[in-house]
């Protein structure tokens, strides 16, 4: 019990601690976005571009993540990559247009990068296999505190401070983290490790090759971009413009779906492990849940008769369905390949985000409304269309797990 205790101290919660911040600035914009458009005058194209470029440089550094994670772990990633989001945190403080501020977000995105996959990584030095689904969801659930101290917190703080102000403060918080990742989480290397860069591209062909790789990643790819995308940025804007609520109600409906983050996380992971033990796959609770978040987004395009407090709930428990299929793939790939796994699975997921971020600015841009925002049919045009495009996903992996053996939904060799 002390070994576990210890762990929990050194290593979870320091990475936790990570997690919370990458999610705080994953989201901060659904709360800033309108505070900017009326500052600066950007509009929903350009709003939409600046926060996408969160995901783009995410995205962009997925494949040299996975191969430092696994050549120096992720102690050391994860300090240099927060050092580095910190320094965005500071320059987006100084921003006065949508170059600047994207360039800023941009660094922040390369920043945090590793706070989902340098956690998965440590856990999978330290824990067994069979523990990893839940130890996941329960990191995962400290990103669904980052989404609700990114929601009524942020928006109580602008009223005793500016924008800027608030991010001087992040970036300050930033850097402490990064210290603490340094000083606490002790030092653990894997078997069979890398030790150059022919060894790392040998292992990624291996992953890039297989089967059930490719029978998950067209569905974890839609999924989680739609989910970054519209809780990003868009779940806010539609608040607004749907069920009109103000500032306050948006962001407090917003807190609820930090909430269901916390609570789905958690629970959809204990639920895994738990059916896991009973022989049922970690990637089958994962298609269920993926499969009603579909559902929950096509109200939303809709503009479904729900209180928009359950939606933002619903969303948030559900959305983070998709996460499971990581844990899944870890389970079936060698632990020597983890950080390469993770991240070239997130390497298609953030670079689906930064082309939908910016896709439904583009989309919403031609539906204005007179006094500002935007038409219930630009949200049921953008976030419908790309439902379809979600279930179309969904289908492929269905059909890949029955034809393979050893697929997606059933687990097995690669």
């Given at each position: ?9 050194r290593v979870f919660l320091p990475f936790a601690l990570g997690y919370f911040l ?177 060894d790392q591209f040998r292992g990624l062909g291996q992953i890039l090759g297989s ?204």
């Amino acid at each position: 019990m002390h070994g576990l205790s210890l762990i929990v101290a050194r290593v979870f919660l320091p990475f936790a601690l990570g997690y919370f911040l990458s999610y705080g600035y994953r989201t901060v914009n659904a709360v800033l976005g309108p505070v900017l458009a009326r500052d600066l005058g950007i509009d929903a194209a350009g709003i939409g571009l600046l926060t996408g470029a969160y995901f783009l440089a995410f995205a962009a550094v997925q494949v040299p993540l996975g191969m430092a994670l696994d050549r120096f772990g992720p102690r050391r990633t994860q300090t240099v990559l927060l050092a580095l989001a910190a320094l965005g945190a500071l320059l987006f403080s100084m921003g006065d247009g949508t170059v600047s501020l994207a360039l800023a977000r941009a660094i922040i995105g390369a920043g945090v990068s590793g706070c989902l996959l340098a956690s998965f990584k440590a856990f999978a030095l330290w824990l067994p296999k069979e523990r990893l689904p839940l130890v996941n969801g329960c990191l995962l659930a400290a990103g669904g505190l980052g989404v609700a101290a990114a929601a009524t917190p942020v928006q109580l703080a602008l009223d005793v401070m500016t924008w800027r102000e608030l991010f001087m403060v992040l970036a300050a918080i930033t850097l402490a983290v990064a210290a603490i990742i340094f000083t606490a989480v002790p030092e653990r290397r894997a078997e069979g490790e890398p030790r150059g860069l022919a060894d790392q591209f040998r292992g990624l062909g291996q992953i890039l090759g297989s089967k059930v790789f490719w029978g998950t990643a067209p569905l974890v790819m839609t999924v989680q971009s739609a989910w970054m995308s519209i809780q990003a940025l868009w779940f806010g804007a539609w608040l607004h413009d749907v069920p009109r609520l103000d500032d306050q109600g948006a962001a407090d409906a917003l807190s609820m779906g930090g909430i269901g983050m916390v609570v789905g996380y958690a629970s959809m992971g204990a639920l895994a492990e738990r059916l896991g033990r009973r022989g049922v796959p970690t990637a089958a609770v994962a298609g269920f849940g993926t499969g009603t978040f579909i559902v929950i987004q096509a109200l939303i395009a809709l503009g479904a008769p729900v209180p928009p407090w359950l939606l933002c709930f619903l969303f948030g428990f559900f959305g983070g369905s998709a996460t499971l299929f990581y844990a899944a793939l870890t389970q079936i790939f060698p632990v020597a390949l983890a950080g390469r796994v993770n991240t070239s699975l997130a390497l298609f997921t953030f670079a689906g985000a930064f082309l939908l971020q910016f896709g439904f600015g583009a989309v919403l841009d031609r539906f204005p409304i007179e006094g500002g925002g935007y038409a219930p049919l630009g949200y049921l045009v953008a976030f419908g269309s790309w439902v379809l495009v979600q279930a179309a996903a969904f289908v492929w992996l269905v059909v890949a797990g029955r034809r393979k053996a050893g697929g997606a939904l059933r687990g097995g060799n690669t």
